[in-house]
């Protein structure tokens, strides 16, 4: 494993519409998150399905805004604002549940 492959360890997609109260909350949630737990260690895409509605086929997004873990793998996704940082924790498997 590289040097860079280590120091992004979590590829994180986050699809939004716009930009809303909950896409806000939800991005700022994420990046709180990361800092705290997965410092260095994470990169995150934002997708605003607005401006590209194709992309949510690609990762089966059904609500916004849903989180998709792409790496580790498996793919784990979660869907709302991430206001609950447990629930968020546990489901990328940062935390065992």
Same mark, same amino acid.
Request: glycine share 6%; proline share 5%.
């Given at each position: *494993?590289?040097? %860079?492959?280590?120091?992004?360890?979590?590829?994180?997609?986050?699809? @939004?519409? /716009?930009?809303?109260?909950?896409?806000? *909350?939800?991005?700022?949630?994420?990046?709180?998150?990361?800092?705290?737990?997965?410092? /260095?260690?994470?990169?995150?895409?934002?997708?605003?399905?607005? @401006? %590209? #509605? %194709?992309?949510?086929?690609? =990762?089966?997004?059904?609500?916004? #805004?849903?989180?998709?873990?792409?790496?580790?793998? #498996?793919?784990?996704?979660?869907?709302? =604002?991430?206001?609950?940082?447990?629930?968020?924790?546990?489901?990328?498997?940062?935390? #065992?549940?």
């Amino acid at each position: *494993m590289s040097k %860079q492959e280590k120091t992004k360890a979590y590829e994180l997609r986050l699809y @939004v519409a /716009g930009k809303t109260a909950k896409s806000t *909350m939800a991005l700022n949630n994420l990046k709180k998150y990361c800092e705290e737990h997965l410092k /260095g260690q994470y990169k995150i895409e934002v997708i605003d399905l607005l @401006v %590209q #509605p %194709q992309l949510a086929a690609g =990762d089966q997004i059904f609500a916004i #805004p849903t989180l998709v873990r792409k790496v580790p793998e #498996p793919i784990r996704k979660i869907i709302g =604002d991430l206001s609950n940082e447990e629930k968020v924790l546990v489901g990328l498997n940062i935390l #065992p549940a």
